[in-house]
Each structure stands twice: as structure tokens, then as C-alpha cells.
């Protein structure tokens, strides 16, 4: 017994006198979410968009394109699973450069809030326009709630937000976007209400009103994040003291 007496009263004290320090050092200010962990792909394959993040992590270019917009602001809108599905054969049909064209035209590379989204009828470029051309853009038409988005060819409707912090948007969608510069459109009866109308993009009021407006980051997420650090510290604190409670006991079993 003699010679686990002071080895273990030893212990003892010092797990003593690690519960009060350790525990306001072990509470630095919740991590700010910072662009370098926003991972798209992550983010879509976890909420009903995997088909689309395993296209996009299969075409190297559209990824690193997506990544690349992330800390400049990026709104990008996913089909879900069961819509994208029956789309695949359609894709692989298509050129590699098509393939590309194709996922690069499902993102804006501006930070659309969906109260922007509500509030700005127009035409947008996509990450797959080409500066000079202008092309591989399409139309955003609200009506009330329900923010539609046209192309030549497609409508479709975000169903969802998966992700929304400045400056990234992410949201579902219940078409896949087609392209005219790749899709024939099917039928052409009614012509499309002019987007000439609305050629003034809105893209400026958008950018202007991601930088630090109140909209665009809600007190309610931050109030959540805290509260989350919170809990995490509480839980780290309940951690390690139960770890000292049991090293105790061994301590005072081995006395
Ligand atoms: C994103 O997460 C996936 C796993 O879901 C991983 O394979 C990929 O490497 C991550 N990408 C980045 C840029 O961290
Ligand atoms: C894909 O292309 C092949 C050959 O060009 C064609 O037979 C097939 O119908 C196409 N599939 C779709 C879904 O368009
Ligand atoms: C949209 O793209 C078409 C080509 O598909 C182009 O002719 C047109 O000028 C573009 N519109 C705008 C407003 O950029
Ligand atoms: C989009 O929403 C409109 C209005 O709610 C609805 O009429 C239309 O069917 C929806 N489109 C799709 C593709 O779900």
C-alpha cells in the first residue's frame, strides 16, 4: 500500500486543481464562421441534394469554381435528389465542357439572401457566363413567396434554404436548370414575359446590401451560435469533471 499513497494523493490534487482553472480557459469566444469552412458539396449531400454534390465533386472544374466564389459571395441553387435522378442520363450524354457549362449555371457569383431573392425581379449571370457574351444567364421572378426561376427552357421553384450566411446561399430547387445554350426548349406557345423589362440586374442592389446589413446576417443565427458555444462549454466543463470524479475514486481506492 505504502508506495501508491503519495503517487496518488499526488494525482488527486492535481486533478483538484485542474477543475478551477481549466474551466475558464477552457471557454474562448465561439469560432465565427469563417468561408474556409463552408464545404458546398458537404452541405448539399447532407441536405436532400446529394446527386447534385456528387456531380459537382465528379467535375473537378465546377467544384474548384464553386470553392473559388465562396469568400466573394455565391448563391447556388441545387435540384433535389428525386428531381436530378431522372436527369442523370441526360447529363451523361453530355460534353465534357456541357457537363461543366451545365453545374457552373446553377450558381450566381453574388450572396442572395431570399429576402433578396423576394424583392428583385431580373436577369442574373451565372458562373458559367461568359463576361463578353453574357450568356448562361437566367431570369428570377417572384410572385409573392414563391421565388421561380426561368430560363429559356426550364422553370424552376426553390423548395428550400439548406444554407444561408453571407456570403453564401444555398437552395433547393424542383427543376434542373437548362440551359437554353445546351437544352432546346420543348414547346414554344407563349412567348416569355420580355426580360428586357428587367435588364437592370439586381445585381448592384444586391451586392450593396450584403455588405454588413442587418438583413443579411440575422441576430437570431448569432444569438444560436452562441448559444451553441455555450452549450459546448457546458458540456466540456460536465467532461472533465466527471473524468476528475473517476480519477478520484481511483485514487482513494489505491490509498
Ligand atoms: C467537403 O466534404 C467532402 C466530404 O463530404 C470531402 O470529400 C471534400 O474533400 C470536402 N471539400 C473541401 C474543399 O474541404
Ligand atoms: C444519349 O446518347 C445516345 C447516343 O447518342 C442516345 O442513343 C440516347 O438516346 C441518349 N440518351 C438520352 C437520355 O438523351
Ligand atoms: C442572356 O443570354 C443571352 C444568350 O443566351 C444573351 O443574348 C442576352 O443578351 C443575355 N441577357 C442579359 C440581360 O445579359
Ligand atoms: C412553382 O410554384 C408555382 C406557384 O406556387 C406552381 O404553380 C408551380 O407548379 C410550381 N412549379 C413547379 C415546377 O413545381
Redesign the pocket.
Known sequence: MQPFLRPSILLFLLLLSLIPTSLPQSSPAPQPLTTDDI????LM??NGCKSF?DLL?STADA?DSF?SNIGSGLTAFCPTDPVLKPFLPLFKNLTADQKISLLLYHAIPIYYSIQMLKSNNGVVNTLATDGTTKNYNFTIQNDGDVVTLQTKVTKANITGTLFDKDPVALYAIDEVLEPTEIFKPAEVPVPAPAPQVVADSPKPAGKKQSNGSPEAQSPGDKAADQKAGDNNRAAAAGNLAGVAAVAAFFAFAFV
Not at 39 to 42: G, L, P, Q, S
Open positions: 464545404n458546398i458539396t458537404d449531400s447532407k454534390a465533386h467544384a470553392a
